[in-house]
Structure formats: C-alpha cells, structure tokens
C-alpha cells in the first residue's frame, strides 16, 4: 500500500537519506511526511529492515531546514541517527508518499519495546464523545504495545499480531490520513473491528461483550475475587490490595507466603500521582520514574498510615508500585478506585504466562475469574522493576517497557554470538558488530516452561534481528540449565566464570578497560579454583580479572539447600569456629556429620551467605519463601547502631587478602544491642570491610577506581555505606546503572569478557 501527499513546489535539488536507530514502530515515516507537506517538499519515505531511507526534494533552503528538524523534531519515542546523505537526481514527483516496506538484510534493525498509553488517548478513551470512548486497546503511533505483538520486521501491520483484525471504514480513514495522530499506526483499532474482552469464571456462562466482561471483572473484584487479568506482556493475578484477608488469600494458593507484591494504583490528579501520595512516600527521582513512558515498578517507602494490607510486603519498609500503563489497566484501576495487587501470573520462579487455555488450566486453584482478550501476545515481557540507590534509579529486572534493551559495544565483533546468562534471574544477550541486545526478563530456569520461553526467546531474538548466531558464551557452572544447553547447541561454546562477568559487565557499561578493581558480590558462583564465590575483589580488566581480595571460605551444609533456608549458613559459621549454635531452630546433629565429612558442603567465600545467617542469627528468616528474602528484612530491620566490629584482614598463601567474619557471631549474638542495632552494625562491618580491602590492594597496585556489582549491592544501605567510605578514601565509584547488577545483568558481561577489547 502507498500513503500520498500531493504539494506544489519548484523541483532544483534532490537528497537520498539514511536513517537509523529507533525508527520503527515510533510513528517515524508518519512524522517524515508530515514534516516534508509542511515545508513543500517532494519525494517519500520507506521502511528497510530497521533502517528509514527518504528521498527528499525541492529548494535547497527547505531541504536543510528538513534535515534540521528531521532529529532535532523527532518522535519523542523514537531515536534517529542520520546515518549518511547524498545528493541525488531529482524524480519526476508531485507528491510525498509513504512506500511499501522492503523486507532485506537486519542487521540495523531495533525492536521498540511495549509503550505505554499516551496522554492523548487517554483523553480520547476518557471522553463519553468519542468513538473510543471505554476501548481497552485504544493506541496511536506514539503509544502501544510493539515488542509483543511484531512477528517481525519490517514493522508493518501485516507483520504483526494485529493481521488478523481487518480495519473498519473509519480506521482506515484515520491510518491513511497524513494529518491524523493514527497515521499508520499499526496496532490501530476500535470497538467495531479490533480485539476485545471476555470474562470467565469456571462453571458459568462466558461475557463476551468488552463492556460488561469489563464491569463483570469490577463487580469480581470488589466482591473479594482474585482475577487473572490479560494485559500487555502476559497476565497478572488481580485483587484488592487493602484487603488483609484477600490478600493471604491469594498467598495461599499461590503458595508464596511473604515475597512482596507489586500494586497497581489508580492515575488520579492533574499528574496522576495522587493516589501514589496516599500510600507511599516517593521522593522526586522515584515519582519522575513513576510516570516516564516505561512505567515500571518501582520501590517506594510504606507511607506509615498507608491503608494497604500489612501482607502486600512483609517484612520490608518499600512497595513496589506501578501506575497503570495500558488502556485496561487504566479502566480497571480507575473503574475500582483503589489499589489493586497485580502481581505475575505465573508458577513459582517462571516467566510470566500468556496462553489464556494455559492460564485457566494451571492456575485454576489461584484464580477464581479470568479477564481475557482476543489479542495475541507473541512473547511474554513480564514488568520492569527499579530501586533508588546511590542517587539514581537502577532496574532490578528488565522487562515491560524497557526491554529488549540495546546496549553499544566498546568494541565490534568479527560474528555475532549469543551469551545465555546463568541460571537464576536469567536474561540472555544477542551482540553483533558493535550492538548488544538484552531480553526481557525469562526467570530461573529450573522448570520446563522456563526452559521452553529461554529456547524461544533465543530463537525469536534472532529471527526478529536477522542474525545467525556463530559462537555461544556460557557461565562456566557446568550443571546450570543455561550452560547445558550451550554444549547441545552445536556451536562452539566460550566459557566464562560468573563473577568475572559481573565485573565485565560493569567494566562494559562505563567503557572501562583500565585496571580497576570491582567487589563483586551476591549469593554463588562457580570460581576459578571450583568453589563458590560471592564475596570476591576482582582485579583487572576485561579478559584479565584476578582475584585480590574475599572474605574467610567456610562450608555450606546442604549445597544448594542453604539459599532458601539461612539456618544453614549460620549454623556452618558457628561450626567453622568450632562452636555450636545454641538457638538454632532445626535439629543438627545428622547434618554436622555430613558436614564434618564434606558430604555436600561445598566451601564458598559468600557474602550473600552471610547476609542469610545474620538474617537467622537475628531470628527474621530461617527458611526463605523467595530469593532474597533473608537478606531483604535484614535490611528492612537495620538501623543506625554504630559502626560495629572490624573484621580482621589478612593475606592467605596466595596472596588473596580475606577478611575474617568471626567477629560478627558475636556481636549478632549480644543482647545488649537491639536487633535494629545489630543489623546496622552488620551492615556497617561489611562496608568498612570494602574500604579496607581496597585500601590495602592499593598500597601494592595503581587503583582509583572501584566497582561494585552482583546481587548483594542490592542493598541499598549496605551500597550507600560503602560508597561513602570509599570516596571518603579518594576512589572512584562505580556502579550499574543500565543493566541490573545481579544475575540478570550476566549475560552482557559474558560478551565484554569473551571478546575484550
């Protein structure tokens, strides 16, 4: 199809563009014609696999006057690059059009995540007038879903998930008028001839009208029901949020006792904000980011009077909370009134589920009413989380919004390659030239659906950016499921060792490739010398990282067990100083054996197991109900109680300088100090343990700059007292502010580490 504008200029100069970068699925070649009849020019515009060509023509004053605006204007979605320019000749043209798209080689393809509703549609969808008015799938070319529903590129309808519904008459109008908001919108729909809601409950007869299914689900949920609703990237489970009875309910069929829950609030006030004021207290960085066009989660403090049920987050002082970033869920939070949980819809640890058949039959005893839509969603994008740490808004999990996230390369590869992370938080990355394109969020990967959407997502990477994949880069943990399948993949594999990654990672976002030394902390990790790391100096560069610094190695009992139940880490510590732990909750004595044997206690330098067993040792968490747990009330709980115990440091026969956590048993054991007392001094022990191992690595090397990377640095008070001390002491801080710094952000430093500079 060919969308035309007719002009009347006088025809002397002739220019052929290239334009790349975020191009596609932004409302650009729209915006180009616009902007080409605004200044009586000539030509038109195509779509090529992730680039935009443009002949333009006419006087060559207009002309440079386009080329200015053609950036300096632009979709405030998209992010162009002119990419090259030539004079050409003039063609025999009275019009500007849009041209049929030309499918050919992808490499400068990107793939535009899923966008929120944009302010004028949702005037449109709130106006009684319009012919929208109450459509949960109202979109134009500057808002709307796009990574989940591009079966691939060129990003042209016909290439989407919205093939399948034909435009009405007056939809057609809107995508062909040059003028229209909608032109060439491609997910582009309306109550007559796009997708719509049906609402389910087992047993009785399906809604199939949008308006009723949708007042059906209200009535649901004021009536106490836990819906699970279809949104943009996948479903949520849906109920009240100020319910404490409702709220259990929903953790006890799902089966997850405290992990905190993500709450949906309605968009309320001249900045949306007012109901964000009424049960959290955000400050001005977290209340930006509420409102940027990512919506993601983001961690807020508990407003102390907040009338949320106490369940929604035990144990720690934040929620996480999202404003509402799609049709639905605007009309749903608003129709409700309140705040709503709207949390994964998923089985423990897995991606988020998309089927609506494999909604009802595996969540069937979780949900009592399902909310679906006819619109198929071809790859899950579960939300994006953010903290505030150190100043800036760092992401947690990448996801809705803000995902397939590219990164540019320090350097260009000679092919391309695939790094597929690790095991835990896995997220993969698929790099050629000078690009890397981070997925979406998959989960851990130790079920069969996890397994399913990792493969797939691999697959539709590639196919989506045309690249054939020559090398795959692997965490050197032989047993993680990610690794398994690197060596059944047929493709030369590269190895790399998990916390090497996490400091290239780092190294790689800032385009550090001087010496530096990173701590680079978080639960395990597969080490060099076959133990498990986690509490470990790193120093060096990319592809050259030695280890200067870690902490006191003692055995685990239980090998794997110890992450979801701290017992055991405390328990080991008192064991390692030949002592018992007298409060211990759990019977030891079999256990010990086994430990004084080595039977399944592997010998790791963990600072995330020290974070468990001080978490037990203060009687918060002996056995864990999610990832992180322990340490997470640890954290909640701490406060200013001093700056507790030094740890002794010293080298080891290989030069290593460790630091001894014994002097920690004791101080968590003393009654005279609260608990709140003990965490702090904790937390405090551990920070001016990074200070003193990087004073003492620099008395022997030239270093300024420090990093801190993995899951530990999470934490934000840790993080914060850490940062302090060091640039107290003259270092250079650094700390991931684009990638997650925990597993999730692995799989691009396994790329800088395979292929350093």
């Known amino acids: 199809m060919i969308s035309t504008l007719t002009t009347s200029f006088r025809k002397n100069d002739a220019r052929r563009l290239i334009v790349t970068g975020q191009v596609q699925g932004v409302g650009f070649r729209p915006f180009i014609c616009r902007l080409a009849h605004e200044l009586n020019l000539s030509g038109w515009v195509l779509n090529r696999a992730g680039t935009v060509e443009i002949l333009i023509q006419g006087e060559p004053n207009r002309i440079d006057r386009f080329m200015e605006r053609l950036i300096d204007n632009a979709p405030p979605l998209s992010k162009p690059t002119l990419a090259s320019w030539q004079t050409a000749e003039p063609d025999d043209l009275d019009t500007f059009s849009i041209l049929d798209s030309i499918t050919e080689s992808a490499s400068a393809i990107h793939i535009p995540p899923d966008y929120y509703l944009c302010g004028d549609c949702l005037a449109e969808m709130s106006d009684p007038k319009q012919r929208r008015y109450r459509y949960p799938f109202i979109n134009c070319t500057q808002c ?5 529903l591009i079966k691939k590129l060129p990003y042209d309808r016909v290439n989407t998930a919205m093939s399948e519904f034909e435009l009405c008459s007056d939809c057609r109008k809107e995508y062909e008028n040059r003028l229209d908001r909608r032109f060439h919108a491609q997910p582009l729909a309306c109550p007559l001839c796009g997708p719509s809601l049906t609402f389910h409950i087992a047993g009785e007869k399906t809604i199939s009208d949008t308006g009723k299914a949708l007042t059906a689900c209200i009535e649901a949920l004021r009536a106490g029901a836990i819906v699970a609703v279809k949104g943009v990237g996948g479903y949520h489970l849906i109920c009240d949020a100020s319910s404490e009875a409702i709220v259990q309910r929903l953790r006890e069929r799902k089966q997850r006792a405290r992990k905190p829950l993500a709450v949906l609030l309605p968009w309320r006030g001249p900045k949306g904000l007012t109901a964000v004021m009424e049960y959290a207290e955000p400050d001005p960085a977290e209340l930006t980011l509420l409102q940027d066009p990512l919506r993601p989660i983001v961690l807020v403090e508990k407003r102390n009077s907040s009338p949320l049920a106490e369940s929604v987050a035990p144990g720690i002082t934040e929620i996480g909370i999202m404003l509402p970033y799609s049709p639905l869920h605007h009309l749903l939070s608003a129709d409700f009134g309140g705040p709503l949980v709207a949390t994964s819809a998923n089985i423990s640890g897995e991606p988020v589920m998309t089927d609506g058949d494999e909604v009802e039959r595996r969540l069937s005893r979780v949900a009592d009413a399902f909310l679906h839509h006819n619109r198929p969603i071809l790859r899950p994008a579960d939300d994006g989380v953010f903290r505030k740490i150190a100043g800036s808004m760092r992401p ?73 994949i020559r090398k795959v880069i692997r965490d050197a943990h032989p047993d993680y499921r990610s690794s398994r399948w690197a060596e059944q993949s047929g493709f030369p594999v590269t190895q790399v060792f998990h916390h090497h990654a996490h400091a290239s990672a780092l190294a790689g976002e800032y385009g550090l490739f001087e010496t530096m030394l990173v701590f680079t902390w978080d639960g395990t990790g597969y080490g060099e010398d076959g133990t498990i790391w986690g509490g470990e100096a790193l120093l060096g560069k990319p592809g050259e990282w030695r280890r200067a610094g870690s902490l006191k190695p003692f055995r685990i009992p239980g090998g794997d067990k110890v992450g979801r139940e701290p017992w055991r880490s405390a328990a080991a510590l008192f064991w390692e100083c030949g002592r018992e732990w007298q409060e211990c909750p759990f019977p030891t004595e079999l256990l010990k054996k086994a430990w004084q044997h080595e039977l399944n206690a592997p010998l790791c330098s963990s600072a995330g197991r020290l974070f468990d067993a001080a978490s037990a040792l203060l009687g918060l968490v002996s ?82 700059r420090i990093g801190l990377c993995g899951g530990v640095f999470q934490n934000k008070r840790l993080t914060e007292l850490a940062i302090n001390y060091l640039k107290q002491e003259g270092f250079e801080v650094y700390l991931p502010e684009r990638l997650p710094g925990n597993d999730a952000g692995i799989s691009y430093g396994q790329i800088i580490e395979a292929c350093p500079v």
């Open 144 to 148: 709307g879903p796009r990574y989940t």
């Open 396 to 468: 947690i999990r990448l996801g809705r919004g803000c995902a397939p996230l590219e990164m540019t390369l320090p350097f260009t590869l000679q092919e391309p390659v695939l790094a597929v992370g690790g095991h835990m938080k896995n997220a993969i990355a698929l790099a050629w030239d000078d690009r890397a394109v981070i997925s979406p969020h998959i989960g851990d990967l130790g079920s069969r659906r996890s397994q399913e959407v990792f493969e797939q997502t691999i697959d539709e990477l590639a196919t989506l950016y045309g690249i054939s």
């Open 623 to 704: 056995t864990a109900d999610y990832d992180g747990q322990a340490p997470m009330e640890l954290e909640a709980l701490s406060a200013d109680g001093g700056p507790g115990p030094m740890l002794p440091l010293a080298q080891d026969e290989n030069g290593i300088w460790r630091s001894d956590w014994t002097p920690l048993l004791a101080m968590l054991q003393n009654k005279k100090l609260s608990k709140q007392e003990r965490a702090g001094q904790f937390h405090a022990s551990l920070a001016e343990t990074i200070r003193g191992q990087a004073i003492r690595i620099r008395t022997t090397h030239r270093i300024d």
